[in-house]
Each structure stands twice: as structure tokens, then as C-alpha cells.
């Protein structure tokens, strides 16, 4: 038990920047994802930009696919995903180098997954960067731009990127908009919609392979075709994992209109929209 | 350094390709080039065999002196070469009918057209001995054609020529073959072997997925010719030709970005010939251009978003294996991510430029969006376009605003379109006719004489017959740098008198390329009356004199008089005044005649008078004659014959087609050759011409 459990803890590793030892995290270990059929020419605009040097910024609704994508883009970098969700608490600190109460020197202080990107020449995923302060986000700068560089005046070092780091940023349309410093500096940018309902099956179809689930992927396939509004791929995921579930914990699953019957009721748990 | 322009394929000593990707400069150029650098004879490419190819360039260039952009319709068929569809009753009426219109766009930065815009500029240059061939048959439009798997990069083309370009094209193209291809293929290589055999060096422009096809079967050797004879009926009679606005063509992938082209034409005008011309820097150029634009209007941006949308640009193109970029899939989605949507708009807006307004002729030819598909309405003519607009590239092109609204009118007729009627465009073709016509008799009406001809060239330290000011400001206010300038410059032409074989001693090359043979019952009043004017015909053509006669048992017949010769013509003006100034003061001796009844050979094979002055025509014709006559006018099988035998084709044309506007327009310019009156005509054309009662065709 304990061993399984082990294996999902993220390893730091104590780096060497100028004179300071710092801990740094390792990469995610990120799920394999299937490429989106309708994000394909979309990955290949990604591809491009971090060819270019460019970082990217990916808009579009909760649920539409950005950290799969940007998961799915990880794949090329061999330094690995840092990812860092952010939020209006997190300091400028937080984005760079946190100390730690140790006496032990070399784990005074801790990296953030920038700097481990940074350091590692990995993929910095930085999601839902608008929900930063605008105090934590001039912290960003240096790093963004052609300095391609990151300051702690806390840790007492600057640090200069590696060639293959790159950054992609999220941001929700619902949020406030970036100020300019920032949204210059993310740029290209790509906007991202809901998946449609025959990707949204495919994607369904990727990730529940069982048998049992062949079923209620069938009563899926008729509850998408007569919905009205869009639905974001992780409802979709929420509504058939649910369904499988309630067809296991109860009779099952005989007949088609059975299937619609359950998946109908997942979604009306799952999709409770004011 | 630029690059050097690549070479046409050379298939043997007679004939070079150049298979092409339609509206691609980079294959314009090869086109341009080639005929810089090479003399040709002849040059042929993929269109529709329909009237003749001078005219189809004539009608062209005239109704668009500069480059323009124009869309030929192939229309109506007369009864009899196709099946009528059923309920067609108006067109049973009429006599005519439509089949599939067929769109042939035209349009500068295509090998095609390039390759006709050259000829014509050197015809008109003195080189009348180049022709330009249309060899292939007409087809169905493009919008059935399923869509083609991404072409290679043009960039190939450029840097290690056209054979290497068709290598990596291999069967890429294969899926958007339709059944037809096989017939027109066939149809061009016995056209082409034709050309080879008459030893005419010729320029073979056309899609780069026939040639494969086409050299197979020339090489062959398989017996072509017949195919020729197969086909003559399935030529349309009529064509019209029409303005488009440049963002129109471009929406449905007939035109590259129309600024680009814009460049290459100037490109064209002012740079070395051999020069390559370089497409991504007038890209370039387009965005700077917009940037700049963006700028005076208080839409600034931003340094590091420039340099984004320039690195993210290029990183696309390169990851993609292209040089060049299209404007909506590329630059303004480039645009759109790194800087902003005014911008892209921007971008969009510029890059739709095109300087040279063409729509005058058909104000009213328009693109209509509407439920994804794409209509083209022409002179009330509503042609499908479906499928996903801008097919082709990958991409999805959209205007940035929608060209017009589609009314119930005309939805009603697009949805019935394919098989609907279309009179012909009379003013078009008769003017098409008329330029052809013209061109034709001034080349083979001029003496041996050299005669100077003086042309505009950049000054390169010789002042020649001194500064051209109005070409230099021309070119100036077309964006040429201020320091060129144009000078008078002399040339010899070389010329050539029509009808005297005997004399040049160049009898092949001297033979009208197309006569027009216009055959009707002229009404002898109207003889009478303008036989004073002194008019002079500007074609080959047919005169009728009758005498009615009221025979006994109520039968009427007419005695037929027929007179055949060519006018010279040194005007540029088909005004009455000028044809007639002109040959007052001009020389008896060198007015060049075709007389059918004193050619021996021609009295003894024909009877009719007007089997006479058709059979003249066919002497005298390179590839084919145009009979233009009432659909119950019978062409004899002696004259078929002897066609056949000569190898020329005889193409008809309805009187029907013309309206009756028209035909009163005609009647003034194409008929009374005569130098004689009426009473005066010679003893020997009254006593020749027999009495024709099947003939009686009805003059308006």
C-alpha cells in the first residue's frame, strides 16, 4: 500500500544555482493524453510558437481541453512538465523560491516549478495565470521575455533559463483580462472552445475501454446528440464515469434505453448549472 | 541573392512544359521567363478548344488593358450537340442550350493566363507569328472536383526546378481526378502531336496533374489524331467573359493573395526577366505595409508583438515545409494570436488590395455567400461553387465582410442553375470577334517593307527617340523608382502581306490563323445604301446579294452573289471615318485580295458560291475556320471533305446567339466589302451564282 503511494510523491532534488543549493520539484508525471482530433492543427500552432521561442496563452472555458493539450505538448520537452496552479494568494515568492525552516543548508530554501523548469529546460504550465496578483506577476517578467531569466532577492541568485524551457500560461475567458505587461509578453495566443459532440465521443471513447462501459457510451452518444447547450469535456468524463458507476452499484445495464435512463440521471447530478 | 527563375520541362526539340499548380506566381514566372529567354511559335495551353484562342486573349486584354482579372463561362451548345434536358422548352425554342456552365477563371499570378498575357504582349510587339492554342476540352467546374491532398511546397520548384516539383507531386493528386480527365488528356496530346508534327516550337502551360498522362500517351506514338475529328462537336459555341472583383477570385482560391500578385505583375513590368520573384518578401511587405497602415490610423503595435507574429510566423511556415504564406490560414491567424484582431483585419484588408479595378463590364458579377456555399452571379446568371470555399490549400477562406446578400430571386435560380438557359453575351463575343478579327487582318495585310515601330524602353544610357514622359510617369505612380525612366525606343517589324503565298514564298506561315466566315442574306437595300460608305470589312467574310424571284407554283428563289476579301486594316479604331480616311489615302497595290473565284482550285472542287467562299477560308486557315450561319444553313459534304482533308476544323457558330441589337451592329461592320456598287458587281459572280433555295436564312 504504502509503496504505491510512494511511487505518485513528487521526488525534489537539491540544485546547484551560483553558490545556493536549492530544492527543486521534479517533473509531473503527467497521463499520457490522446491528441485531440480538433486541436491538431492547434498543437501544431504550439509546436510552432515554442519553436519560435515563444511562450503561449491558452483562453478558452473551464473544460475545453487546455491542460490536455498542454499535457499532450509536454511529450516533446525532455525536461518534463512543471506545472503551477495559481491563485490570488500566491506572492511573488511563491512563483520563485520559498525558505524553509531547516538547519539543514542544503534545503534552506525551496524552487518553484518555474525554476525547476527553468533549471531542467522543461515545460512551465502556469494555470490560470490571470488569478495572480499583478505584484506576483512583474515577478514573471524576466522569464517571459527575451532575458529568459528569474531574480530571488530572498535565495540571492538570478538564474538564466535553458534553451529548451518554454512557458504556456491559461487563462479562463470569465477572468480579468491580463494587463498588458503581461499579455504582450504571452503571446501568441490561441483560444479554445468546447469540444464538439463527435470529439467529445472520441475522447469518451478513449478513456473508458471496458466492456461494461460500452453500454452507457451508447446512451452517451444519444444524450449529447440532443443537448442543447455545449458541454465541457470533464463533465462529459464526470457524467459517464458516474453512470458506469451507479450501473455497477445497481441492476445494470440491459438495454439501450436503460443506458440513456442512467446516463441522463448522471447528468443531472453533474451538470447542475444555475 | 535573388533566385534564378527554373526552366520549362523539355520534352523533345518541338515541345516544353510547364506542368503548373493553377494561380501559384512561382509558376507564372517559369512561364514568363521562358518566353524571355526562348522564341516560341506557339503556344497552347489547358483551355476549352472554344472560338479561338486570339480571341478569347483579344477579348481579354482588351476589356482589361492592365493585367485583370476575368472569368470565361463556356454557355450554350447548339441543339444537337447535346441532348436537351427535359422541359427546357424555352431553350427548344431558342435553339440553343446550356449545359453545365463551366467558370475559367483568369486571373494574373496563373501560368495560364500568364502565358496568354505574354503572347498577347508580343503579338502586339510584332511577333504575329506566335499563336496561342487552346487545346484542351471543356469540362466540368471545379466545385464537383473532390478535394487534393496538400500539394508540395513551391519552394521546391524554385530551388530545384519544375522536374523535381512534379517528382514530389507523384499521385498526391490522384483522388481529384474525375472520369473526364481521361478524355481531355487525350484530347490535348492529339493536339500536341499535332503541333510537334507541323515542327512549331511550341509552350505547353497546363495543370501539373495531366502531364504525366499527356507525355505517356504522346509517347505512345498511339494513333491521336482521330481523336480530334471525334471531339469537334463537343466545342461550345460561345463564351463570355467577365470582370471579378479581386477579392472574389481570391475567396475561391482563383487568385494568390491579391497583393502579392500585384507585386509580381510589377515585378513583372520592371525587373530583369530572369530574376526570380521573391514571394516572401512581398509578403513581407504586406505586413509591413499593414503595420504601417495600423499606425496612421491609431492602431499601434507593440514592438515585442511584432517580433512574436514575425518568429511565430516563419517557425509555422518552416515546421510546415512551406516559403510561402496564404493570408487567412497564415498571416492573419499569426496576426490574430500575437497582436490583435484589428490588426488581423487589417492585415486581411491590405492584403485584398488589388490596384486594378476590373469590374466595368459586369458591375454585376458578384460572389454570393450563402449556407456555406459559394454562388457566382454573372450577368443574371447564378453558378454553383459548393463545397468548402478556398478548397485546395487546406484552408477555409472567408471575406472579411459578406459580399451581398443572396435575395429569393436569385436563390431561385441558383437552385435550378445547372441547367439553365444563358444568352449568350453577344457585345462580348461580337467585340471578341471584332479584336480578333482585326488582328488578324492588320498582321497579314502589311507590306515587306521593315516598318518602324517605336516602343517604350527603360533608358539605359541611350535616349533612342527621346524621353516617353507619359510612360515614365505611368510607371512611377504604379510604384517604379523615381530614378527609371522610359525613352522612345525604334524596332523593326517584320511583316507580311495576306493571300500572296506566291510572294513571300513562306506559304505555312503565312495562312490566316481563323477565318470568321459570316454567312447571311444581305438585303439589298442595305447594300445600296452603304456601298457609298465605302466601308471596308475588317474579316474575311461572306456577302449575299439577292434577287428575289417568285417562280410559278408560289416557289421563291434568290440569285446569290458572293464576294470574299479581306480588309487591311491600320487603325486602331473600328470608326467608320477612320477605315475609310485610311484607305482613301492608301496605295492600290497594297491592298491585299482573296479572290475564290479566279483560284482555280477552288472553282473546280466547288459549285456553290458559298461553298466557293467557305473553301476559300479553309485554304487560307491555319487550324480552323468559324462559320457563323443560320443553324439551317447546311455545310456540303464537299467542304467537309476538303476540311477534313486540309486538316482544319470548322467551328459554328449560330446567327441565333446574336440578339437582334447585335446583328444590326454586325451587319454594319461586317458586311459590304465591296469596292463596287451594286449595279456594278462583275459579270462573272452574277453568271457563277446559282439559284439556292434551301438557303434563306432571314437577315433582321
Not at chain 1, 498543437?43 to 478558452?60: K, Q
Not at chain 2, 467577365?242 to 513583372?268: K, N, Q, T
Request: proline content about 6%.
Amino acid at each position: 500500500m504504502g509503496s504505491v503511494l510512494q511511487a505518485e510523491v513528487k521526488e525534489y532534488t537539491s540544485e546547484v544555482v551560483g553558490t545556493i543549493s536549492i530544492l527543486v520539484p521534479g517533473p509531473e508525471r503527467h497521463q499520457k493524453l490522446v491528441p485531440f482530433v480538433e486541436h491538431k492543427p492547434l498543437v501544431a500552432d504550439c509546436r510552432a510558437a515554442f519553436a519560435a521561442g515563444c511562450p503561449i496563452r491558452l483562453e478558452g472555458p473551464p473544460g475545453c481541453g487546455k491542460t490536455s493539450l498542454v499535457h499532450h505538448l509536454a511529450d516533446d520537452f525532455p525536461g518534463g512538465l512543471y506545472e503551477m496552479v495559481c491563485t490570488h494568494e500566491m506572492e511573488p515568492g511563491d512563483l520563485i523560491c520559498t525558505p524553509r525552516l531547516t538547519e539543514d543548508p542544503q534545503g534552506r530554501y525551496v524552487g518553484s516549478g518555474l525554476v525547476g523548469a527553468m533549471l531542467h529546460g522543461g515545460l512551465a504550465y502556469l494555470d490560470e495565470v490571470s488569478k495572480l496578483s499583478e505584484k506576483s506577476m512583474s515577478c514573471l517578467v524576466a522569464a517571459l521575455d527575451h532575458r529568459r531569466s528569474i531574480a530571488s532577492s530572498l535565495a540571492g541568485f538570478s538564474l538564466v533559463a535553458h534553451p529548451s524551457f518554454r512557458v504556456a500560461a491559461s487563462v479562463n475567458p470569465s477572468d480579468p483580462p491580463l494587463p498588458d505587461f503581461l499579455a504582450q509578453r504571452l503571446t501568441p495566443t490561441f483560444r479554445m472552445d468546447h469540444l464538439s459532440p463527435k470529439a467529445l465521443e472520441a475522447v469518451i471513447q478513449a478513456h473508458f475501454t471496458g466492456s461494461d462501459t460500452m453500454p452507457i457510451l451508447e446512451g452517451f452518444r444519444a444524450f449529447i446528440a440532443g443537448a442543447k447547450a455545449p458541454i465541457a469535456s470533464r463533465e462529459a468524463l464526470k457524467i459517464v464515469q458516474f453512470a458506469t458507476g451507479m450501473a455497477r452499484t445497481g441492476s445494470g445495464v440491459k438495454s439501450r434505453r436503460d443506458a440513456e435512463v442512467l446516463v441522463a440521471k448522471a447528468a443531472e447530478h453533474v451538470l447542475r448549472r444555475e | 541573392m535573388q533566385a534564378m527563375v527554373p526552366k520549362p520541362i523539355r520534352f523533345n526539340d518541338y515541345l516544353a512544359v510547364v506542368p503548373s499548380q493553377h494561380h501559384k506566381c512561382e509558376f507564372a514566372d517559369i512561364v514568363r521567363a521562358a518566353l524571355g529567354r526562348e522564341r516560341f511559335d506557339a503556344i497552347a495551353v489547358e483551355q476549352p478548344s472554344n472560338l479561338d484562342a486570339l480571341e478569347f486573349a483579344a477579348a481579354a486584354r482588351k476589356l482589361y488593358p492592365a493585367p485583370g482579372i476575368a472569368v470565361s463561362l463556356d454557355a450554350a451548345f447548339l441543339l444537337g450537340q447535346r441532348e436537351l434536358p427535359a422541359g427546357d422548352e424555352e431553350g427548344k425554342k431558342r435553339g440553343f442550350l446550356t449545359v453545365r456552365t463551366m467558370a475559367m477563371p483568369m486571373v494574373p499570378g496563373d501560368s495560364i493566363y500568364e502565358a496568354q498575357y505574354q503572347a498577347g504582349r508580343r503579338r502586339e510587339g510584332g511577333d504575329h507569328e506566335l499563336t496561342i492554342e487552346h487545346v484542351d476540352l471543356p469540362h466540368s467546374s471545379g466545385e464537383q472536383r473532390p478535394g487534393t491532398a496538400a500539394l508540395p511546397d513551391t519552394w521546391i520548384v524554385m530551388q530545384r526546378g519544375l522536374q523535381a516539383w512534379l517528382d514530389a507531386l507523384g499521385d498526391r493528386v490522384e483522388s481529384a481526378r474525375l472520369p473526364e480527365d481521361a478524355e481531355r488528356e487525350r484530347y490535348m496530346a492529339a493536339r500536341l502531336v499535332r503541333l510537334i508534327r507541323s515542327r512549331r516550337k511550341t509552350l505547353f502551360v497546363c495543370g501539373a496533374a495531366h502531364w504525366p498522362n499527356i507525355r505517356a500517351l504522346i509517347e505512345s506514338e498511339a494513333d491521336l489524331e482521330t481523336e480530334i475529328a471525334r471531339r469537334s462537336n463537343d466545342i461550345p459555341v460561345s463564351f463570355r467573359v467577365f470582370g471579378l472583383d479581386a477579392a472574389e477570385a481570391w475567396l475561391f482560391g482563383w487568385m494568390d493573395i491579391p497583393v502579392v500578385v500585384a507585386s509580381y505583375v510589377r515585378h513583372d513590368r520592371g525587373k530583369e526577366l530572369r530574376t526570380a520573384f521573391d514571394i516572401p518578401q512581398a509578403v513581407e511587405r504586406l505586413a509591413r505595409r499593414a503595420l504601417a497602415q495600423g499606425r496612421r490610423h491609431g492602431e499601434d503595435v507593440s514592438a515585442r508583438c511584432w517580433l512574436a507574429f514575425k518568429k511565430f510566423s516563419h517557425a509555422r511556415l518552416s515546421l510546415a515545409g512551406r516559403w510561402t504564406s496564404s493570408l487567412d490560414a497564415d498571416l492573419c491567424h499569426a496576426a490574430r494570436a500575437c497582436v490583435h484582431e484589428r490588426f488581423a483585419e487589417r492585415l486581411k484588408r491590405e492584403g485584398l488590395r488589388f490596384p486594378w479595378s476590373v469590374g466595368r463590364s459586369h458591375p454585376k458579377a458578384r460572389v454570393v455567400l450563402h449556407d456555406g456555399a459559394g454562388y457566382l452571379l454573372a450577368g443574371g446568371v447564378a453558378i454553383a461553387l459548393e463545397g468548402s470555399v478556398g478548397r485546395g490549400e487546406g484552408e477555409e477562406r472567408t471575406l472579411p465582410v459578406r459580399v451581398a446578400p443572396l435575395n429569393r430571386r436569385q436563390r431561385t435560380e441558383a437552385a435550378g442553375m445547372h441547367w439553365r438557359r444563358m444568352v449568350p453575351d453577344e457585345d462580348h463575343l461580337q467585340r471578341a470577334m471584332i479584336n480578333a478579327a482585326w488582328q488578324w487582318a492588320e498582321d497579314r495585310s502589311r507590306t515587306h517593307r521593315p516598318r518602324l515601330q517605336v516602343e517604350p524602353r527603360r533608358w539605359t544610357g541611350d535616349l533612342g527617340r527621346g524621353l516617353d514622359v507619359r510612360r515614365t510617369h505611368r510607371a512611377w505612380a504604379r510604384g517604379e523608382s523615381t530614378s527609371t525612366y522610359y525613352v522612345r525606343h525604334c524596332l523593326h517589324r517584320r511583316t507580311i502581306v495576306a493571300g500572296r503565298s506566291g510572294r513571300t514564298g513562306r506559304a505555312a506561315e503565312n495562312r490566316l490563323q481563323c477565318p470568321v466566315v459570316w454567312v447571311f442574306q444581305a438585303d439589298a437595300s442595305m447594300v445600296i445604301d452603304r456601298v457609298h460608305a465605302r466601308m471596308e470589312q475588317v474579316i474575311s467574310s461572306c456577302y449575299l446579294l439577292s434577287e428575289k424571284r417568285t417562280h410559278p407554283g408560289n416557289v421563291t428563289s434568290e440569285r446569290v452573289a458572293v464576294g470574299l476579301n479581306l480588309l487591311r486594316g491600320r487603325t486602331g479604331e473600328y470608326s467608320k471615318e477612320a477605315i475609310t480616311n485610311l484607305l482613301r489615302t492608301l496605295p492600290e497595290n497594297e491592298k491585299a485580295r482573296i479572290v475564290p473565284w479566279d483560284d482555280e482550285e477552288l472553282t473546280m472542287r466547288f459549285d456553290s458560291p458559298v461553298d466557293l467562299l467557305v473553301g476559300a477560308a479553309v485554304k487560307y486557315a491555319g487550324a480552323r475556320v468559324i462559320l457563323v450561319a443560320d443553324d439551317r444553313f447546311e455545310v456540303g459534304r464537299s467542304i467537309r471533305s476538303y476540311a477534313q482533308a486540309r486538316g482544319v476544323e470548322l467551328v459554328r457558330l449560330s446567327w441565333l446567339l446574336f440578339g437582334d441589337a447585335a446583328k444590326g451592329r454586325l451587319s454594319l461592320q461586317f458586311t459590304i466589302p465591296s469596292n463596287s456598287r451594286y449595279g456594278e458587281l462583275p459579270d462573272y459572280l452574277l453568271r457563277q451564282a446559282p439559284t439556292v433555295p434551301q438557303f434563306n436564312p432571314r437577315l433582321p
